[in-house]
C-alpha cells in the first residue's frame, strides 16, 4: 500500500485539505475584520447530518481525510463569539453540508470531482467502494474466471494512491490487475486495454479540470465488449450495471485490499504504444518544420517529444516553464488548451523562435491543440503580442477537417467511415462524401464515436481526434499531433499552410465555420431551468435568419439515441445546439455558419468569404448569449 507521506508517491492532502488545515489555525484575514462587516447569524447544526459525517470518519481508511472532517466537525459545533469565528463555523457547516449532500455518481464518465473527504468529493473512500463495484461486476459478467484489468494514472495529487487502492482492491477480489509504470498519458491506458487484450481499463485522471480536482474513467474489452467497441470507454447500460454493484458495496472498511499480488507493467508497454504511432510515419526524413510545444504542467511531453523524433522532426522546442508534470498547473488559470491564454506561453515561443506550428497537449495528452501563424489575424492595435502578430488557435473543427481530409485521401476505396459527434461541424460529413466514404453522426463524447462500426477517422469540436482507431478506440492527443505535423510538413515543402490547406477545402465545399458560447451557474437548478425555457421558447430568429427547424434531442434525433439538448436550423444554414455540460457547471451553445465560396474564387475572395462568415457567427453569439440569459 502507498504511504501518503512518501516523497516517491507525492504529496497525499489536497488543496482543499490544507486550505481546512488552516481553518482550525488562527489567522489574520481581513474579510473577518473588516470594518462594518456583518455575518449571517450561526444556524444550527443538523443532526442528521452531524451522524452521517461521524458514520463517514468511522469507515474512512485515510488518516488525512479523517483528520479533517473531525476539524470540520469541531469548527461547525462550536459556539461562536464574534464575527470571525461566526464565519468561520458557518463557513465549515455549509462546507460539511455540500460535501454530504449527494454521493459523486458514477456514470459514462465515471467519477469526477473535488478531492476532499465526504462522499460528493474524490477521495480513497470513494475509489476503493468504485473498484469494487468494478470487481463485482466484472465476476458478474465473467461468473468464475478472473478479470483482467489495467490501471493507469496521471500526475495529479492523489493519483497514485488512487490508482494502487483500485489495484489492491480488484486483487484481493481475484482478479489480474496489471498497473502501468507510471504517470503515463491517457491514450497509453486506452492502447494497453487493447493491446494486453484487458477485459477493462482504469484511468486515474481528471484530464484537464481544475488543480483541486480527480478523476475516474472506466473502459471495457477483451471478454466483456467485443466489435467496434472493444477497449472504448464505457456507455449505457454498462454504467448503471457497474453503478449498481458499486451501490451494494458495504462498509468500506470492511472492503478486502492486498497490499501486493498485482503485476506493475514495464517500459514495452509505452514502447509497443511508441510503435503503434509510428506506424502512421509517413516515412520522410526531410523534416525542416519547427514545432513549439507544450504538455501544460501534464504528462504527455516526453512521449510527444519521442513520437515527434522518432518521425525525424529535428526542430521542436518545448515551453520550459509547463514542460515538467505539476499537479498545480501553476502558469495557467485552467489546465484546458481552449481556455483564454492557456497556450500564451506556447505562442509566445513560436513567435520568438520563428516557429511554423505549434502543439499543445492537455494535461493527460488525449486532446491535441493546434496553433499557427495567419497573418489575415494580425493586429497593429493595443500591446504586441503573438497573437497581434497573427497566432491563432485553430479551432477543433479545422483541425477536423484538416485531418479529415488527409484521412479520406488515405481511405478513398476502402469502404471505411468517419465519425464526428453531433455538436462538430458538418464538414465532416461533405469531406467524406466527396471520397466516396460514410459518415456517421454520434453522441456527444468519444465513447459513441469509439463504438462507429467501420471507424477510420473520427474527431469532436473539443480538439479530440482518432486517427488509428486499430490501437486506440479513443481521442488521442499524441497521435493526432504527429498527423498534424506530417500535414503541415508536406504543405511546407509544397509551398503552402494549413491556413491554405483549410481555404482549399472551403472552396471544395464552402466555408463553414463554428464557435461555442457557454454560462456557467453555481447552482446547477438553474441548468434545468435554462434548458426547459429553451425548450418551451425558442428564439424565431438568429442574426437575422429565420429559425425553419427545431429539434428535442431528447426525442432522439436522426436516429441518434435521446441526449438532452435543443437543435436550430436556420434558413441561411446556421445551426446551433444548445446542451448542458457533461463535466463542468455549464450550458454549452455550439454554433455553425455556412458561407459560399467558388471553386475557382481567389485568395482575396475567400478572405472576404472567412469575414463574412466571423460577422454572421459574432452575430449568431449575441443572439445565443441573450437567448441562454448572458448580458
Same mark, same amino acid.
Not at 462500426?453 to 480538439?463: C, D, H, I, R, S
Given at each position: 500500500?502507498?504511504?501518503?507521506?512518501?516523497?516517491?508517491?507525492?504529496?497525499?492532502?489536497?488543496?482543499?485539505?490544507?486550505?481546512?488545515?488552516?481553518?482550525?489555525?488562527?489567522?489574520?484575514?481581513?474579510?473577518?475584520?473588516?470594518?462594518?462587516?456583518?455575518?449571517?447569524?450561526?444556524?444550527?447544526?443538523?443532526?442528521?447530518?452531524?451522524?452521517?459525517?461521524?458514520?463517514?470518519?468511522?469507515?474512512?481508511?485515510?488518516?488525512?481525510?479523517?483528520?479533517?472532517?473531525?476539524?470540520?466537525?469541531?469548527?461547525?459545533?462550536?459556539?461562536?463569539?464574534?464575527?470571525?469565528?461566526?464565519?468561520?463555523?458557518?463557513?465549515?457547516?455549509?462546507?460539511?453540508?455540500?460535501?454530504?449532500?449527494a454521493t459523486l455518481q458514477f456514470g459514462t464518465a465515471g467519477l469526477r470531482g473535488e478531492m476532499a473527504a465526504g462522499p460528493n468529493r474524490?477521495?480513497?473512500?470513494?475509489?476503493?467502494?468504485?473498484?469494487?463495484?468494478?470487481?463485482?461486476?466484472?465476476?458478474?459478467?465473467?461468473?468464475?474466471?478472473?478479470?483482467?484489468?489495467?490501471?493507469?494514472?496521471?500526475?495529479?495529487?492523489?493519483?497514485?494512491?488512487?490508482?494502487?487502492?483500485?489495484?489492491?482492491?480488484?486483487?484481493?477480489?481475484?482478479?489480474?490487475?496489471?498497473?502501468?509504470?507510471?504517470?503515463?498519458?491517457?491514450?497509453?491506458?486506452?492502447?494497453?486495454?487493447?493491446?494486453?487484450?484487458?477485459?477493462?481499463?482504469?484511468?486515474?485522471?481528471?484530464?484537464?479540470?481544475?488543480?483541486?480536482?480527480?478523476?475516474?474513467?472506466?473502459?471495457?474489452?477483451?471478454?466483456?465488449?467485443?466489435?467496434?467497441?472493444?477497449?472504448?470507454?464505457?456507455?449505457?447500460?454498462?454504467?448503471?450495471?457497474?453503478?449498481?454493484?458499486?451501490?451494494?458495496?458495504?462498509?468500506?472498511? %470492511?472492503?478486502?485490499?492486498?497490499?501486493? +499480488? /498485482?503485476?506493475? *507493467?514495464?517500459? =514495452?508497454?509505452?514502447? !509497443?504504444? #511508441?510503435?503503434?504511432?509510428?506506424?502512421?510515419?509517413?516515412?520522410?526524413?526531410?523534416?525542416?518544420?519547427?514545432?513549439?510545444?507544450?504538455?501544460?504542467?501534464?504528462?504527455?511531453?516526453?512521449?510527444?517529444?519521442?513520437?515527434?523524433?522518432?518521425?525525424?522532426?529535428?526542430?521542436?522546442?518545448?515551453?520550459?516553464?509547463?514542460?515538467?508534470?505539476?499537479?498545480?498547473?501553476?502558469?495557467?488559470?485552467?489546465?484546458?488548451?481552449?481556455?483564454?491564454?492557456?497556450?500564451?506561453?506556447?505562442?509566445?515561443?513560436?513567435?520568438?523562435?520563428?516557429?511554423?506550428?505549434?502543439?499543445?497537449?492537455?494535461?493527460?495528452?488525449?486532446?491535441?491543440?493546434?496553433?499557427?501563424?495567419?497573418?489575415?489575424?494580425?493586429?497593429?492595435?493595443? %500591446?504586441?503580442?503573438?497573437?497581434?502578430? +497573427? /497566432?491563432?488557435? *485553430?479551432?477543433? =473543427?479545422?483541425?477536423? !477537417?484538416? #485531418?479529415?481530409?488527409?484521412?479520406?485521401?488515405?481511405?478513398?476505396?476502402?469502404?471505411?467511415?468517419?465519425?464526428?459527434?453531433?455538436?462538430?461541424?458538418?464538414?465532416?460529413?461533405?469531406?467524406?462524401?466527396?471520397?466516396?466514404?460514410?459518415?456517421?453522426?454520434?453522441?456527444?463524447?468519444?465513447?459513441?464515436?469509439?463504438?462507429?462500426?467501420?471507424?477510420?477517422?473520427?474527431?469532436?469540436?473539443?480538439?479530440?481526434?482518432?486517427?488509428?482507431?486499430?490501437?486506440?478506440?479513443?481521442?488521442?492527443?499524441?497521435?493526432?499531433?504527429?498527423?498534424?505535423?506530417?500535414?503541415?510538413?508536406?504543405?511546407?515543402?509544397?509551398?503552402?499552410?494549413?491556413?491554405?490547406?483549410?481555404?482549399?477545402?472551403?472552396?471544395?465545399?464552402?466555408?463553414?465555420?463554428?464557435?461555442?458560447?457557454?454560462?456557467?451557474?453555481?447552482?446547477?437548478?438553474?441548468?434545468?431551468?435554462?434548458?426547459?425555457?429553451?425548450?418551451?421558447?425558442?428564439?424565431?430568429?438568429?442574426?437575422?435568419?429565420?429559425?425553419?427547424?427545431?429539434?428535442?434531442?431528447?426525442?432522439?434525433?436522426?436516429?441518434?439515441?435521446?441526449?438532452?439538448?435543443?437543435?436550430?436550423?436556420?434558413?441561411?444554414?446556421?445551426?446551433?445546439?444548445?446542451?448542458?455540460?457533461?463535466?463542468?457547471?455549464?450550458?454549452?451553445?455550439?454554433?455553425?455558419?455556412?458561407?459560399?465560396?467558388?471553386?475557382?474564387?481567389?485568395?482575396?475572395?475567400?478572405?472576404?468569404?472567412?469575414?463574412?462568415?466571423?460577422?454572421?457567427?459574432?452575430?449568431?453569439?449575441?443572439?445565443?448569449?441573450?437567448?441562454?440569459?448572458?448580458?
Amino acid at each position: 500500500m502507498s504511504n501518503p507521506t512518501d516523497p516517491a508517491t507525492g504529496p497525499h492532502l489536497s488543496e482543499r485539505a490544507h486550505a481546512h488545515a488552516d481553518d482550525v489555525r488562527p489567522a489574520e484575514d481581513g474579510r473577518f475584520t473588516e470594518p462594518g462587516a456583518v455575518a449571517e447569524p450561526s444556524a444550527p447544526l443538523d443532526d442528521l447530518l452531524v451522524e452521517r459525517v461521524e458514520a463517514w470518519i468511522a469507515d474512512d481508511v485515510d488518516d488525512v481525510d479523517r483528520d479533517e472532517l473531525r476539524s470540520l466537525l469541531e469548527l461547525a459545533r462550536s459556539t461562536p463569539d464574534g464575527l470571525r469565528a461566526t464565519v468561520r463555523a458557518n463557513t465549515a457547516r455549509a462546507e460539511l453540508t455540500d460535501r454530504f449532500a449527494a454521493t459523486l455518481q458514477f456514470g459514462t464518465a465515471g467519477l469526477r470531482g473535488e478531492m476532499a473527504a465526504g462522499p460528493n468529493r474524490m477521495n480513497r473512500a470513494v475509489v476503493r467502494r468504485a473498484a469494487a463495484g468494478l470487481g463485482g461486476y466484472l465476476a458478474q459478467v465473467l461468473p468464475g474466471e478472473a478479470a483482467r484489468v489495467v490501471v493507469g494514472y496521471d500526475a495529479r495529487h492523489r493519483s497514485r494512491d488512487f490508482a494502487i487502492d483500485t489495484a489492491g482492491v480488484l486483487t484481493a477480489a481475484g482478479h489480474e490487475a496489471l498497473v502501468l509504470p507510471g504517470p503515463l498519458p491517457t491514450p497509453v491506458l486506452a492502447f494497453a486495454v487493447r493491446h494486453l487484450a484487458a477485459d477493462a481499463g482504469v484511468m486515474v485522471t481528471a484530464s484537464h479540470n481544475p488543480p483541486a480536482d480527480n478523476g475516474y474513467k472506466v473502459y471495457l474489452g477483451g471478454r466483456v465488449v467485443e466489435g467496434s467497441g472493444q477497449g472504448a470507454q464505457i456507455v449505457p447500460p454498462f454504467d448503471a450495471e457497474i453503478a449498481a454493484q458499486i451501490a451494494a458495496v458495504g462498509p468500506v472498511t %470492511e472492503i478486502p485490499v492486498a497490499t501486493d +499480488g /498485482w503485476t506493475t *507493467l514495464g517500459d =514495452d508497454l509505452l514502447r !509497443a504504444y #511508441l510503435d503503434a504511432v509510428h506506424r502512421l510515419w509517413d516515412g520522410s526524413d526531410d523534416r525542416n518544420l519547427r514545432i513549439a510545444t507544450t504538455p501544460l504542467h501534464g504528462v504527455g511531453g516526453p512521449v510527444l517529444a519521442q513520437v515527434l523524433a522518432e518521425a525525424h522532426f529535428r526542430d521542436v522546442a518545448v515551453v520550459e516553464e509547463q514542460a515538467g508534470a505539476d499537479p498545480d498547473f501553476p502558469t495557467v488559470a485552467f489546465p484546458n488548451p481552449e481556455e483564454k491564454g492557456a497556450i500564451d506561453l506556447a505562442l509566445a515561443l513560436a513567435q520568438d523562435w520563428g516557429a511554423d506550428l505549434v502543439i499543445a497537449n492537455d494535461p493527460d495528452a488525449d486532446r491535441c491543440a493546434v496553433a499557427v501563424h495567419d497573418a489575415r489575424g494580425g493586429s497593429y492595435r493595443g %500591446e504586441e503580442t503573438a497573437r497581434s502578430q +497573427g /497566432w491563432r488557435m *485553430l479551432h477543433g =473543427d479545422e483541425v477536423g !477537417a484538416l #485531418l479529415g481530409q488527409e484521412a479520406a485521401r488515405r481511405a478513398e476505396g476502402t469502404g471505411g467511415v468517419f465519425a464526428s459527434s453531433v455538436v462538430s461541424s458538418r464538414l465532416l460529413g461533405r469531406i467524406a462524401a466527396a471520397h466516396g466514404l460514410r459518415h456517421a453522426t454520434t453522441l456527444t463524447g468519444f465513447k459513441w464515436i469509439a463504438r462507429t462500426e467501420g471507424l477510420v477517422f473520427g474527431y469532436e469540436e473539443a480538439l479530440g481526434y482518432c486517427v488509428d482507431p486499430e490501437s486506440v478506440r479513443d481521442k488521442d492527443g499524441l497521435s493526432a499531433a504527429l498527423a498534424i505535423a506530417q500535414l503541415a510538413q508536406r504543405l511546407k515543402a509544397e509551398g503552402s499552410s494549413l491556413v491554405e490547406e483549410l481555404d482549399a477545402i472551403a472552396r471544395r465545399h464552402d466555408l463553414y465555420l463554428t464557435d461555442q458560447v457557454s454560462a456557467r451557474f453555481e447552482d446547477l437548478s438553474e441548468i434545468d431551468d435554462t434548458m426547459v425555457r429553451l425548450r418551451a421558447t425558442p428564439p424565431a430568429t438568429i442574426a437575422g435568419a429565420a429559425v425553419t427547424s427545431t429539434a428535442d434531442l431528447a426525442d432522439g434525433y436522426e436516429g441518434l439515441p435521446p441526449t438532452d439538448g435543443v437543435l436550430w436550423l436556420c434558413a441561411d444554414s446556421t445551426r446551433v445546439i444548445v446542451r448542458p455540460s457533461g463535466t463542468e457547471p455549464k450550458v454549452k451553445a455550439y454554433l455553425e455558419v455556412v458561407v459560399p465560396v467558388g471553386e475557382d474564387d481567389d485568395d482575396e475572395q475567400v478572405g472576404r468569404a472567412r469575414w463574412v462568415a466571423r460577422q454572421r457567427l459574432d452575430d449568431v453569439a449575441t443572439d445565443v448569449r441573450a437567448a441562454l440569459g448572458l448580458a
